[in-house]
């Protein structure tokens, strides 16, 4: 009954969240460049895990193959816009 | 902020068109008071869920953004048809092509399309709505209160004027300090986010909901290229979310993104814009590509020549769609190996859509033609835009591209492919599907007419661009001196542009012609057709379908005519419908005010606006509506009543 009127999950999801954006802001504080960009991925890969495990109920599907295929299509894109970013503006830049 | 920053001041066409929107919405006001309309309006379509509705309020809103949009371009080109010409100043100038173009694509091709989609996928597919119902109203809600956002810009606060791809430095709150630029932050945020939900929408709707029998690959070709569309729309908006967000950013919160200092850069927007964007053009002429292939096999009366391969071409151009957004700044100092790469991955979409120009050629060939104002639509649409085509190939040339660049030669390509495409498509599809949804066809003589006049004015308008472009005009100049000889094509650019504008009229006076005059189609399949929309009888009742139909091949409605065979005489049980909802369009208001709000940097009612939106989103979450049941009875007096006159 309890646990109807009171979202466990989401509202830890919630406030882990907030958590998580806190955390990334100690960036502002002066650290070595190295550790400020730690932070932020890590942050950053806790917070997207964060939401698609609590508000997204991935894994809770029992078709496995489409959620596989969507995974793989998304790492696929994220993965040709941060390293096609990189060919334009680093690897192939005019100099 | 004084009230001549808040209001656009000093220009006689801005007054003019300020009395106009006061005129108009009194106009309305009194006229829904006058005729007790009020009601009706909330009951049938402010609070609808029912797809058919959606569908229609969103082609009603494109044809509103068309006619914006298109005064915009009748604006250019009247100020670029003579030398030295005083119509407009550069600045007006400036917001009108940034307006023209942001409203083209967004508000209006989007839209347009949507609206088709809303109306006939589920109808395709044998569903009885989305996968969603209320979160589609929400899409259409938020789409429409981004699109009203925009439009206000041009009388409240100035328009933004950097070019539809709004480039930084030029669009950063250093070089547009107005609050242009944040009009179009916000407005395409909000809109972005009903998109990127219609997205998901459909995927779920088309995955999940196909009557039984229908595997993928006996699914109309139209549902295809949906399906395919909106994967792409949910893994290209979200950079075009994070892109806004951190324009937003730049311009209100002082952060560094895209500035040229404190190791921000400038050129990451174009960057993350074109990231979008390309797979955008991709969102606009994948659905019509699956219009033009439902209409050719329709009135050629043949199937579809080549299903399989149209099918795995939109694959590969959705794949490479995402491979090629460097293509859109070759001359940004990237070096050879960057703009080689492009090119190769550019040209290689020539390759998936010359299959599917072939195979509609196939389809014709040896078809019995009928020629229909959407078949001609779809049969000009063929050698135009593969002008369009051939011309972007010469422009993937990333050496011969240092010529073409930001010349009218470009802006005569992308008209070339985006309105035999894109606009072509969705008045074809119009006429095709206006009977579905009305009861009546649009006339014929006067919707050829219409076609006429539009195709021709078409290529008299943007022909004589290419040839501008290659005697070196740029485009977005407002103006140029009677030296350069870009006068005389510029002026019959401008006759195009106004033949265009009466073919359009023609075109809306048809609709308006054949709702008084055109005899009512009794039967449901006015042009004989092959998918399962053309089984229910016109107007669709609410619940689409009295009983699923079992699908066993493509075209099954085609093949049981020709067998005699009824689709529907399985029998009738009580249907499940989902209730109407105000929440969405009260969601879709409280966006509206904080996107205002935050434009202007008014805080404090934008925080109230963003609690508005809180509260709105919390109260639909408790929401325990399980919608209602139509119950045998009703159902079959409504059947009876609607096909009592069928054959």
């Given amino acids: 009954m309890l646990k109807q009127l ?5 509202v830890v999801g919630y406030v882990a969240s907030l958590v998580l954006t806190l955390i990334a802001l100690v960036v502002l504080m002066d650290l070595p460049a190295a550790v400020e960009i730690g932070i932020l991925a890590v942050t950053a890969i806790l917070q997207a895990s964060l939401q698609l495990v609590m508000f997204m109920h991935i894994g809770e599907s029992s078709e496995k193959k489409s959620l596989y295929i969507n995974i793989a299509f998304a790492i696929f894109m994220a993965l040709v816009t941060i390293f096609g970013t990189l060919f334009i503006f680093v690897w192939g830049w005019y100099a | 902020m004084k009230w001549d920053e808040f209001f656009v001041t000093g220009d006689p066409l801005i007054y003019g068109a300020m009395v106009s929107i006061v005129l108009v919405s009194l106009a309305i006001l009194v006229g829904l008071t006058y005729f007790k309309k009020w009601g009706y309006l909330w009951r049938e379509w402010l609070t609808t869920v029912d797809h058919k509705k959606i569908g229609v309020m969103y082609i009603l809103a494109a044809l509103i953004m068309l006619f914006r949009g298109g005064v915009d371009a009748v604006m250019m080109r009247a100020q670029t048809s003579m030398p030295d010409m005083k119509f407009l100043d550069g600045q007006h100038y400036n917001e009108i092509f940034t307006t023209h173009g942001v409203i083209m694509i967004l508000f209006m091709a989007m839209p347009f399309i949507f609206g088709l989609m809303n109306v006939i996928i589920p109808l395709q597919i044998g569903a009885r709505d989305v996968a969603f119902p209320r979160l589609n109203a929400i899409s259409f809600w938020l789409f429409f209160a981004g699109a009203m956002l925009f439009n206000i810009s041009f009388v409240i606060g100035g328009s933004p004027d950097a070019g ?22 916000l407005a395409l945020q909000i809109s972005g986010i009903g998109t990127l939900m219609t997205g998901l929408n459909f995927i779920v709707t088309i995955m999940k909901m196909r009557a039984p029998g229908m595997t993928l690959m006996k699914m109309p070709m139209f549902t295809w290229s949906v399906l395919i569309t909106s994967v792409i729309i949910i893994f290209a908006f979200p950079v075009l979310t994070v892109a806004l967000l951190l324009m937003m950013f730049d311009r209100q919160f002082g952060t560094q993104f895209f500035t040229m200092q404190n190791g921000g850069m400038d050129m990451l927007w174009a960057n993350l814009f074109w990231v979008w964007g390309h797979p955008e053009v991709y969102i606009v002429v994948l659905p019509a590509f699956g219009i033009f292939s439902e209409i050719i096999s329709t009135f050629a009366k043949k ?25 859109h700044f070759y001359t940004m100092g990237q070096g050879a190996m960057v703009n080689g790469f492009f090119s190769i991955t550019t040209m290689a979409i020539a390759v998936p859509t010359g299959v599917k120009i072939f195979n509609w050629l196939f389809t014709l060939h040896k078809g019995r033609i009928e020629f229909t104002t959407p078949m001609l639509y779809s049969l000009a649409f063929i050698p135009i835009f593969t002008i369009g085509g051939v011309t972007g190939v010469m422009l993937a040339m990333a050496s011969a591209d240092y010529q073409y660049h930001n010349t009218m030669f470009l802006v005569a390509h992308f008209h070339y492919v985006l309105i035999p495409g894109t606009v072509f498509a969705v008045i074809a599809g119009f006429h095709y599907w206006f009977p579905k949804v009305f009861g009546f066809r649009l006339n014929e003589r ?9 195709i021709i004015s078409f290529n008299v308008t943007f022909f004589p661009l290419f040839f501008l472009g290659l005697q070196g005009m740029t485009r977005r100049m407002y103006t140029y001196s009677e030296e350069t000889g870009f006068g005389p094509l510029n002026m019959l650019s401008m006759v195009g542009a106004i033949g265009l504008t009466i073919g359009f009229i023609l075109l809306v006076y048809n609709i308006y012609w054949s709702t008084r005059y055109e005899p009512r189609d009794t039967t449901g399949d006015p042009w004989d057709g092959r998918s399962l929309e053309w089984s229910m009888p016109s107007p669709v009742p609410v619940y689409n379908f009295a009983v699923v139909p079992e699908i066993t091949k493509r075209d099954e409605f085609w093949f049981a005519k020709q067998e005699g ?11 499940h419908m989902p209730s109407n909802s105000g929440k969405p369009f009260i969601l879709g208001i409280a966006f509206f005010f904080l996107g205002f709000f935050v434009v202007f940097s ?15 989103m919390a109260a639909m979450s408790f929401d325990r ?20 006159e069928r054959v």
């Fill in chain 1, 6 to 10: 009171f979202p466990v999950k989401h």
């Fill in chain 2, 164 to 185: 539809w791809s709004a480039y930084f430095p030029l669009a950063g709150i250093e070089f547009s300090p107005h609050v242009g630029n944040n009009y179009y932050s």
């Fill in chain 2, 303 to 327: 199937n579809l020549y080549g299903y399989k391969s149209m099918v795995i071409s939109m694959l590969v151009i959705s794949g490479l769609s995402f491979l090629v957004w460097a293509h």
């Fill in chain 2, 446 to 454: 006067r919707g050829k007419t219409a076609f006429w006049f539009i």
């Fill in chain 2, 565 to 575: 065979k009824s689709l529907s005489d399985k029998k009738i049980e009580k249907i």
């Fill in chain 2, 602 to 616: 008014w805080w404090t009612p934008a925080i109230v606006a963003g609690i508005a939106v809180l509260l709105t």
């Fill in chain 2, 625 to 644: 509506d399980d919608g209602y049941y139509i119950p045998v009875e009703e159902v079959v007096q409504s059947e009876k009543r609607l096909r009592g």
